[in-house]
């Protein structure tokens, strides 16, 4: 004989249904969709590459580690010339820097002596990469730099290009022209993550910068990490969100492409657009320099 079930089994089986219900339909948090297989290509083309089996599918395994349209797409539609970059030379960002400054005096006056770079020109770097430390970027950079080397496949290009506002889309042609280059530029930057985070005993998903993949408070792509990043504090280890590593990494970077003390202004100019190829950020530095040592 079929059992009556009570009213207050059937209000609790309505109430489970509804939960699971508004489980499976709501988006997840911190993710743009479910995780799907939008890496499997990329996963064989790093372990093609030499990368260990045993590295890599653990490490895309990482629920924290997935395919991010939203964030990316930003990287497509950014100009330099929208940035206010008046904010910088303001009273209170030249009364930041010139207390940076005198906190991180060792520091810069260490860097300064190996390098041969003004400690000016180092603070302003960082005030205006990531004002001073304070604000170093929201993206895990292992999504970023994954998702945009992953762009060599149509379909997952296409899904960056859905996740532009239309108000905001560039010319169809021009951006697919752009998705081509930076996706083998995303590789070799993801390449040069993997191998940084392994070297360093870091977990490459714990890692957050910009939407184009820099980080720390230098603001270096990865692959500059590898080369240029320099242990500013002794202890052993390159890591770029430590004060003391992120000011010898801007000198021994700046150096690297020919800063010199005495150079000329246009010199100066043409070095400090290495760091960012915009001439408003590089006036901008010159600009916060001068109020330093003015």
Known sequence: MEMQLS????RLRIFLIFTIFLILSSPLSGHEALKGNEFDK???RLIHDGFEKETIEP???NKSVFFTPKGVSSFFI???SSLNYDQFTSEKSIADALKYIDTYKDELNQAQKIYGVDKTIITAILLVETRLGTYLGPHIVINTLSTMAALTDEALREK???AIPDKKKPNKDAFIKKVESRSEWGY???KALIKYTKQEGLAPETLKGSYAGAMGISQFMPSNVLTLAKDGNNDGKIDLFTHADAISSVANYLKHHGWKPGIARQK???????Y?????????LLKISDKLKG
């Open 7 to 10: 009213s207050s089994h059937i």
């Open 42 to 44: 990329l996963i064989q």
């Open 59 to 61: 490490l895309f395994s």
């Open 78 to 80: 950014h100009t330099e």
């Open 160 to 162: 960056i290009w859905e």
């Open 188 to 190: 070799k930057e993801l």
């Open 268 to 274: 100066q100019h043409e070095v400090l657009f290495r």
């Open 276 to 284: 960012n190829h915009s001439n408003y950020y590089v006036d901008t």
